[in-house]
């Protein structure tokens, strides 16, 4: 099994109300079968998870982590946000983007529940 799928899907599934079922060809994380949480797309050079993010958000992940974090090709300038994957991973820092794409895909009823 791939190790980046079983981390994802261990933190997508955290979150309340998410599914998983492929789109466009890859596995993705959806809030009540609607809203895309997040996409992994495993056949990038490196592996990558994307999801949306709050305009200018790629500046703010940017100064933490450079090589990391960039404008997926398509979906960057719709706000999306892509974070590579490698060994090195920082996996509380993937939470982080995830928990934001979260926030900012709910019902702010739902996104005030989290801790």
């Known amino acids: ?3 980046y799928l079983k981390k994802m899907r261990k933190l997508c599934f955290s979150f309340p109300e998410i599914s998983e079922r ?3 060809g890859y596995p993705c994380f959806f ?5 895309v949480l997040a996409m992994y797309r495993p056949n990038e050079e490196p592996s990558a998870i994307w999801c949306p993010a709050e305009p200018g958000a790629l500046e703010t992940w940017r ?5 990391m974090f960039y404008y997926p090709p398509y979906f960057g300038p719709r706000g999306w946000l892509g974070i590579k994957l490698t ?3 920082d996996w509380d820092l993937i939470y982080s983007a995830i928990r934001f ?6 019902p702010k009823k739902i996104s005030e529940t989290l801790e």
């Open 22 to 24: 492929t789109s466009h």
């Open 1 to 3: 099994m791939d190790v």
């Open 101 to 106: 794409a979260f926030i900012k895909i709910t």
């Open 31 to 35: 809030f009540r079968d609607k809203k």
């Open 63 to 67: 100064q933490m982590e450079a090589e």
């Open 87 to 89: 060994s090195e991973s």
